[in-house]
């Protein structure tokens, strides 16, 4: 495994201390240290470590607290807790928490379950982004699809020739095959686009001219 940047947030400072030891004895670097919730998110915002080893009961701002703000930060946090009650667990749980370690913490523990939790955080970021890109290219399948179906109306093609008119477009104008067909749909847009205006127009001019003129006062 890599060596990881990790932020650690505990409020004892032995607990700390010896969490340190370990992290550094392993290889990994600890960017930064602290002993509440406040500070670490502070310095997760200056720091972008890789990732945070959290005390659950910490003052000013808990561990499950701050690990919610690191989710939103894309840092994955691992909990220390002397604690194992499932109302702790269910908190923890619904703020995405990558890992758990129970006091008192053993090197084999600490390095197995922030190996662990680094990688299913690796994991999930790279199923995020495979969604994501999934989801631009259905979006831009349907751009396609639809500039396809408006030249085969408009040009009575079949919609090989259509997909093959909309290559040569984009070539010529040295865009990519998606901005064409992007291009394609929004011109077939604007006429409908300027009837609803006129239409609109129309109507507020038809609304004024049927209300009585102001009267005045003689």
Same mark, same amino acid.
């Given at each position: 495994?890599?060596?990881?940047?990790?932020?650690?947030?505990?409020?004892?400072?032995?607990?700390r201390s010896d969490i340190k030891t370990m992290l550094e004895h392993a290889g990994h670097v600890v960017c930064g240290e602290c002993s509440n919730g406040r500070a670490?998110?502070?310095?997760?915002?200056?720091?972008?470590?890789?990732?945070?080893?959290?005390?659950i009961m910490m003052?000013?701002?808990?561990?499950?607290?701050?690990?919610?703000?690191?989710?939103?930060?894309?840092i994955p946090a691992v909990m220390v807790t002397a604690y194992s009650q499932p109302n702790i667990m269910n908190r923890a749980e619904n703020v995405h928490v990558s890992g758990? %370690? +129970?006091?008192?913490?053993?090197?084999?523990?600490?390095? /197995?379950?922030?190996?662990?939790?680094? !990688?299913?955080?690796?994991?999930?970021?790279?199923?995020?982004?495979?969604?994501?890109e999934s989801r631009i290219q259905l979006e831009q399948q349907k751009i396609i699809a639809r500039a396809k179906t408006i030249i085969v109306g408009r040009d009575f093609l079949s919609e090989q020739a259509a997909h093959q008119q909309i290559i040569r477009e984009a070539m010529t104008l040295r865009i990519s %095959? +998606?901005?064409?067909?992007?291009?394609?749909?929004?011109? /077939?847009?604007?006429?409908?686009?300027? !009837?609803?205006?006129?239409?609109?127009d129309t109507a507020a001019k038809k609304s004024r001219s049927s209300q009585p003129p102001d009267r005045i006062e003689g």
């Amino acid at each position: 495994m890599k060596s990881l940047s990790i932020l650690i947030a505990e409020d004892e400072a032995l607990t700390r201390s010896d969490i340190k030891t370990m992290l550094e004895h392993a290889g990994h670097v600890v960017c930064g240290e602290c002993s509440n919730g406040r500070a670490a998110v502070e310095l997760a915002r200056q720091l972008s470590p890789d990732l945070a080893v959290l005390d659950i009961m910490m003052p000013e701002l808990d561990g499950i607290e701050t690990a919610k703000i690191l989710y939103g930060l894309n840092i994955p946090a691992v909990m220390v807790t002397a604690y194992s009650q499932p109302n702790i667990m269910n908190r923890a749980e619904n703020v995405h928490v990558s890992g758990y %370690l +129970v006091k008192p913490v053993s090197e084999q523990n600490l390095l /197995a379950t922030v190996r662990i939790a680094y !990688a299913r955080w690796r994991d999930m970021q790279h199923m995020r982004r495979e969604l994501a890109e999934s989801r631009i290219q259905l979006e831009q399948q349907k751009i396609i699809a639809r500039a396809k179906t408006i030249i085969v109306g408009r040009d009575f093609l079949s919609e090989q020739a259509a997909h093959q008119q909309i290559i040569r477009e984009a070539m010529t104008l040295r865009i990519s %095959l +998606v901005e064409m067909a992007r291009r394609i749909v929004e011109a /077939a847009q604007e006429p409908s686009r300027v !009837a609803a205006a006129k239409k609109s127009d129309t109507a507020a001019k038809k609304s004024r001219s049927s209300q009585p003129p102001d009267r005045i006062e003689g």
